[in-house]
């Protein structure tokens, strides 16, 4: 397959450019990319004309909860919260422990067909379902396979549901991951979830860490983590500790560990995600949402670090751009955040995506995952290598991608999903969410 004429952003730093620009895919990877000139059809190819729109990688969300897209339009039962712990009690608490079996599938691929539409081929989902635990992360990777995206998998351990939810949630990371240890298709990944701090005992951490470390000391957790200031401060009277020191001396970080969030994270928590080259991923529109601040990324040197929706959109422009303006905000400074975020969407998370995936993803060189998405953007003003990030971050917000790759295969053309009955699913999902809303 080769798709060409239009420019070409690579998120390659070595070749990052062309115009014309054309991308060819062998085998479901990425065979050449490079100059349209130089990369000419081959005999009985197929090829796919972009017709002078953006030719660029799939993006990547690398923290999600699919199973949010059932509480859109969704009215509470109590007073509005008025804190985040309220947040969680009035809405995501009860809603995850009404999901069945067909919700989690019915909402993994609403939200999903939402990430292929926006451009966005591998998603890092962190998963909750406590009346529905066993196989769920199997249904999640099933609605993954049939939108024919890219998925990192992990069920949420937490206290919160008593022993049983906890032993549940821990089989339910152990099966998934063996399964993904086994097949190693670079379709799914998995990590051990854990919900955060403040809904997890030191007995049910050390549960958790037995379990993950049984399966390869390669096992990497996925973790929410100083999201507000009361975690904190919970955490420091019951336990003496910081909650991302804690989760260190617990064993928790490590380089395939993601820590959630770290908005209210000192320099000595800072430190401990250097140290053990833990994952953070910042998450502002959720944050914003949610009122709990603004995570300093501008101080997150040297930490691999990403962007993610937690759950708000399947929009990764609409994320950056919110992440980009709440940094100028938060510090009052126009020149600020500019690098930052571009580094976050186009070089953290096909970095972080790409550990767990065990091929690299999120970027169009030779080698690479054949995962290409033609965008509807068609550069009004002259784009370079200079400008792309211009060209993304003020126009990229909203438009949606024409036709998307992954590994080769067509999942949608010409705004046309392909193997799947987009009206079908939601005839089905507004009807199981009208039921669940009762049952909320």
Not at 1 to 14: K, Q, V
Not at 83 to 93: D, N, Y
Not at 297 to 308: C, H, S, V, Y
Request: proline share 4%; charged share 25%; glycine share 12%.
């Amino acid at each position: 397959m080769l798709i060409t004429n239009g420019p070409l952003l690579t998120f390659d730093p070595s070749r990052p450019f062309f115009n014309p620009g054309a991308v060819r895919i062998e085998a479901g990877v990425i065979a050449g990319a490079g100059d349209a000139d130089a990369l000419g059809p081959k005999s009985g190819e197929e090829v796919l004309d972009a017709g002078g729109r953006l030719i660029l990688p799939g993006l990547i969300d690398a923290h999600a909860h699919l199973y949010s897209a059932l509480a859109r339009g969704m009215a509470l039962k109590d007073e509005p919260p008025e804190t985040f712990v309220q947040i969680l009690e009035r809405l995501w608490w009860r809603l995850d422990r009404v999901l069945d079996l067909e919700d989690v599938r019915l909402s993994a691929l609403v939200g999903l067909i939402g990430y292929v539409r926006n451009g966005t081929t591998t998603v890092i989902d962190h998963h909750a379902s406590p009346s529905a635990i066993e196989g769920s992360l199997d249904v999640i990777a099933g609605a993954f396979g049939e939108a024919g995206l890219r998925g990192v998998l992990c069920y949420e351990v937490t206290d919160r549901n008593g022993e049983a939810g906890v032993k549940a949630g821990i089989e339910e990371n152990v099966r998934f991951l063996k399964r993904v240890q086994d097949e190693r298709d670079g379709r799914l990944g998995g990590l051990f979830g854990l919900h955060a701090p403040l809904t997890l005992s030191d007995e049910t951490l050390r549960a958790c860490l037995e379990a993950g470390r049984s399966l390869g000391a390669d096992v990497g957790f996925h973790v929410h983590v100083s999201e507000h200031e009361p975690e904190v401060a919970d955490s420091l009277e019951r336990y003496g500790k910081r909650p991302l020191q804690r989760l260190r001396d617990a064993g928790v970080l490590g380089r395939n560990s993601i820590a959630a969030h770290c908005i209210h994270a000192d320099e000595g928590d800072l430190a401990a995600l250097r140290e053990t080259e833990t994952i953070a991923v910042h998450n502002p529109q959720s944050n914003m949402n949610n009122a709990v601040g603004c995570a300093a990324i501008r101080r997150w040197t040297g930490i691999q670090a990403g962007l993610g929706t937690d759950g708000m959109t399947q929009d990764m422009y609409a994320a950056a751009m919110t992440a980009y303006l709440l940094q100028k905000h938060e510090a009052g400074d126009p020149r600020v955040a500019w690098d930052e975020v571009r580094d976050l969407l186009t070089a953290g998370n096909p970095a972080i995506a790409s550990r767990f995936l065990g091929c690299d993803v999120g970027i169009l060189r030779e080698g690479a995952a054949g995962d290409v998405v033609v965008s509807d953007y068609r550069p009004p003003t002259p784009l370079s290598a200079d400008n792309f990030w211009g060209h993304l971050l003020y126009g990229g917000a909203g438009l949606q991608a024409r036709t998307v790759v992954v590994g080769g295969r067509v999942v949608m053309r010409d705004r046309e999903l392909q193997g799947i009955d987009e009206e079908e699913i939601f005839t089905r999902e507004r009807e199981r969410a009208a039921r669940l809303w009762e049952r909320f």
